[in-house]
């Protein structure tokens, strides 16, 4: 699909850049007309959000894809239909995970099961309002750190269409980037009115969307380094305005770790010389990121770095390493502030473990590119009046609206999310083991029990594989290989609760009721929220 996008783009480029010349060739004798039409008040909001509803309005019909979304939403809906105060005192998948503490998501997920409960259109269309939302705060940031406004309306275009974000937005999951990068967006706005009016409600304003940001993801950690940057590097201010700035980031923070302390007992399960050897892991995916950025190619609904390359991000380095030497003008304040906003959100993912390195991540890092583009000296030679500048933007605009829109397409179902994965990241077992679950769940069991199977050979230890093909063997009656595939899972992962509570049902139709018992309560002992064990232990009760 991708590879017709491509093509149909590169044969339509020479009749896109002639109709575009054509076209501003006219429109420039109507300057100020064109202007006004675009750029003057709160139309450029308007032309963004109408970009991000044609791009996505497909997406409203998507269902789930399976991917986190069906934990998310369809496994929880009975805490989704409960109190608000749920959301900030359970982790996002109300499990016995001590991580992911997102009260936003939970809270959006919420409002969205309330409107229209197990319905994807309505989860879809939050998903579209948010990144339309975001598309515009970024025009403002822009604009407000003191770039041209046809450049920020231009780039906050770019940013809308570009394919490497369809995940945050086709993916219902995504939308806790897109929610923080709103709050970060925001927070960071305020402050910057703050210290050009020095009035007091922009910096309370800052300080509650930098708790929410806090509250939407971890990253948010890096925002005061972020606005420190900025202030020295960029405005080049006195360091005595920071300190009341200074005391309230340390406030927020010192709030934030105490709340999710309250609720995660073992919130940092991982050492500082784990975390750090994940970040060096993760160094080479920052290439792949940067790569995607610019250059739509190699993209994938659940990217791994057996299945990603390289070349694209050393590509881009290569290029904007050229524009900044070809550039006059003191830019080294822009180029560190825009270099470390996109290392460091994307550095603060690497710190975990980690088998993917999904695209959504680059949702705020990529401001951070634009930030860069937009500081170097010659981009500033981007001129809409010239007849080639503008045939060029309207070419890349087009190009990147179009592989967008089918791109997009990979997120429509669950068959379809994950048969993509398989074709973009075949050396994943994830990949295949959760497309055989898809087989299972549209009952083609031999088509499961193969992808099971391509699971265990990509990783011999992929989590579930084994019971996956329990479920397989316990369905054609095989109660032995079912009874050892259990077995093999749980010596692989002892805290799965699913093969425990899979072993009981199996140890319950041979009626050997204790040996049934005892695996309930184990899934119990792993998840006490679980539902189903608590169902299974009333039936033998009765």
Known sequence: MLILAYTIQSLGAVLLCKTAFEFTGKCIYYKERMSNLFLSKFRPYAWIALAVFLLYAQTLFFNFSYLDDNVLILNNQRFLAGNIGAAFTNNAFFSATQSFYRPILTLSLMLDYQIGGLSPFIYHFSNVIYHAVACCLLFAFLFKLGFRR???FIFSLFFAVSPVLNHAVAWIPGRNDILFAIFALASFIFLLNFWKNKKWGYLAAHFVFLGLAFLTKE???VLPALASIYYFLVKKGNWREMIVPAAGWIAVAGLWVFVRHLVFTQSFVFGISDSLNYLVRGVPALMVYLGKAIFPFNLSVYPVMADSTLVFGLMVLAALAFLIFISKGNQTGWIIFGAFWFISFLAVSFLVPTDNFLEHRAYLPLAG?????LGIGWIEKINLENVYSAGIVISVFLGLFLI???NSGNYSDRLSFWQSASRSSSHSGIVWNNLGAIHYLN???SAAEDKFKRALEANPNEPLAHNN????????????????EYLAELKINPYSGESYYNLGILYANENKIGLAVESWKKVLEINPNSQDAINALKSLAR
């Open 369 to 373: 590119i634009i930030i860069l583009m």
């Open 443 to 445: 009952g083609d069991f």
């Open 404 to 406: 967008s829109f089918l």
């Open 469 to 484: 093909l329990g479920l397989i063997y316990h369905q054609r009656g095989e109660l032995g290989k079912a009874e050892a």
């Open 219 to 221: 990253s948010a950690v």
């Open 150 to 152: 046809d450049l920020s």
